[in-house]
């Protein structure tokens, strides 16, 4: 099996992405040519093979460092510079886990109430800081690293603050870099032609996972074999490009405007958010676009599955859906069984929970007439995390071609900041 397969068999209607076959090609020639507007951005494509092989061995150097000096990392970062590798630290070590490093998300809002809890916690920890911004001017970052900077200098000196330091962002220009350089910490670079939310496979995700103890080169590997099928010219055989055609179809002539990404359990949440990212910031523009939302099933459907059963139809679901579990839990026997639950008992857990899914399908898409589009993967593992990770990117890109958008900007983002700058006083605003 393929690590990711898209299965069309529970959509409402048939469609024939096969009728894309002659379009599809054309945009694929222009992502791989460079000639599509946003061009500038595309080091994405082929970054899981031609990434820098000495930074990659300075990412997992240093990793190690971390791991054997500190208690926690603390990533200070927002959007495509935290999104994915919190996605895959969660994904991979769970979000109970006995990793011996804490990681800690910082830098990703503007809560006093977070900060403030999150800077105390921190006051008895040995903690290291990944500062990550390209721009190295985002305020909810910058700020962030602001006070925890103060906090370690002040504590444990200038120097040792220094060493707990790494700062990933542009290899040439922006006010994160001249401070590195000025205070002296590790440096690790975010291409200048890779937009944060194509970021994951560089050093912005790849030094957060290394230092939770999973091996970034795996990643790479699996956004490699990604990169390979997705050369794949028959649409048909393209598990990415078809599932890009497939919501483009239900978007564009079946006129669903919601995308509801349907994950199973709380360690694949936060795909779901870089998902969300990924797809609303590259494709929500001019007007135009799926709304990315998501559900986190089975315990949504204890909440919005009401709606998605039965309320209004403007949506269509994608499920990813793992065929294999890397853990499990079995059922056992009460000799009361006031629970009602010895007819279940030798069970696992995962096979509820499959069961739970192949309820839910059909309640969905058969009962409930809501298109489903199913992504089969065999099981969580880093690699097939850097695989799901390139499928998605490429997938999005040719979806949002095909919408007649440029998926590598985001002109909208920049309109909050305008008026915020201008009431805080921010000089030119
Ligand atoms: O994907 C993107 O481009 C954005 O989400 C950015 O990553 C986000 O705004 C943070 O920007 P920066 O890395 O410059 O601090």
Partial sequence: MAVVVTNLDHLVKKIDPARYQDRVEKIDKMIREGTGAGSDFLGWVDHPVNYDKEELALI????????????????????????????????????????????????????????????DYLKTKKFAVNVISKSGTTTETAIAFR?????????????????????????????????????????????????????????????????????????????????????EKDIMKNEAYKYAVARHIIYAREHKNV????????????????????????EGKDGKSLLPS??????????????????????FETVLHFVNHRHDVTIGHDDDNLDGLNYLEGKTVSYVQEKAYEGTLAAHSIDGHRSNIVLDVEKMSAHNLGYLFYFFEIACAMSAYLNGVNPFDQPGVEVYKKNMFHLLGKPGF
């Fill in 259 to 282: 995308e509801f990404f349907i994950t199973y359990g709380p360690n694949v949440r936060q795909l779901s958010e870089w998902w969300k990212q990924l797809y609303g910031e590259s």
């Fill in 294 to 315: 998501s559900a986190t099933f089975t315990t949504d459907l204890h909440s919005l599955g009401q709606y998605i059963q039965d309320g209004s139809s403007v949506f």
């Fill in 147 to 231: 006070l925890v900077k103060d906090l370690l200098e002040k504590r444990d000196g200038k120097e040792a603050a220094r060493k707990a330091i790494f700062a990933t962002t542009d290899k040439e220009k922006g006010a994160l870099l001249t401070l590195a350089k000025k205070e002296g910490y590790t440096t690790f670079v975010l291409p200048s032609n890779i937009g944060g939310r194509f970021s994951v496979q560089t050093a912005v995700g790849l030094f957060p996972i290394a230092c939770a103890g999973i091996d970034p080169q795996e990643i790479l590997e699996g956004s490699a074999e990604a990169r390979l099928d997705a050369m």
């Fill in 60 to 119: 997992k150097e240093k990793a190690q460092y971390v791991r054997d000096n500190y208690e926690a990392l603390v990533v200070c970062g927002i959007g495509g510079s935290y999104l994915g590798a919190r996605a895959a630290i969660e994904a991979i070590n769970g979000v109970f886990n006995h990793d011996k490093v804490e990681m800690i998300w910082l830098g990703m809002n503007l809560d006093p109430c977070y900060l403030s809890q999150v800077l």
